[in-house]
């Protein structure tokens, strides 16, 4: 069974960084998928970044050139650095996985994504 855990969210100042981290376990293939997404209260969940197994990576416009997403293969673990922090990032922050890698999906969609962590909280002030 595959389980995901976020760790590393708090509570920052505007300009502030953070790194999160989420821990994956049950399966040993390197060949996946995987993505950061936030959901703020009252809105819909959005994809922040994704990574697939070639380490081709995509990121959602608002966060380009602030957040860097990477991965160890050999921790199974998926890391999201997050600079220059705005009130706006507030949210639930959420990693998600999938295998085997079905190719670029991943990179732009959320409906491709089956296995979900319980997310960390981020939240940024002024």
């Known amino acids: 069974q595959v389980q995901l855990v976020e760790s590393g969210g708090g509570s920052v100042q505007s300009g502030g960084s953070l790194r999160l981290s989420c821990a994956a376990s049950?399966?040993?293939?390197?060949?996946?998928?995987m993505g950061w997404f936030r959901q703020a209260p009252g809105k819909e969940r959005e994809r922040v970044a994704a990574?697939?197994?070639?380490?081709?990576?995509s990121y959602a416009d608002s966060v380009k050139g602030r957040f860097t997403i990477s991965r160890d293969n050999a921790k199974n673990t998926l890391y999201l650095q997050m600079k220059s922090l705005k009130p706006e990032d507030t949210a639930m922050y959420s990693c998600?996985?999938?295998?085997?890698?079905?190719?670029?999906?991943?990179?732009?969609?959320?409906?491709?994504?089956?296995?979900w962590g319980q997310g960390t909280q981020v939240t940024v002030s002024s």
């Open positions: 998600a996985a999938e295998y085997p890698d079905p190719g670029d999906w991943c990179l732009s969609s959320i409906a491709c994504f089956r296995y």
């Open positions: 049950g399966y040993t293939s390197s060949s996946y998928s």
């Open positions: 990574i697939n197994s070639n380490g081709v990576t």
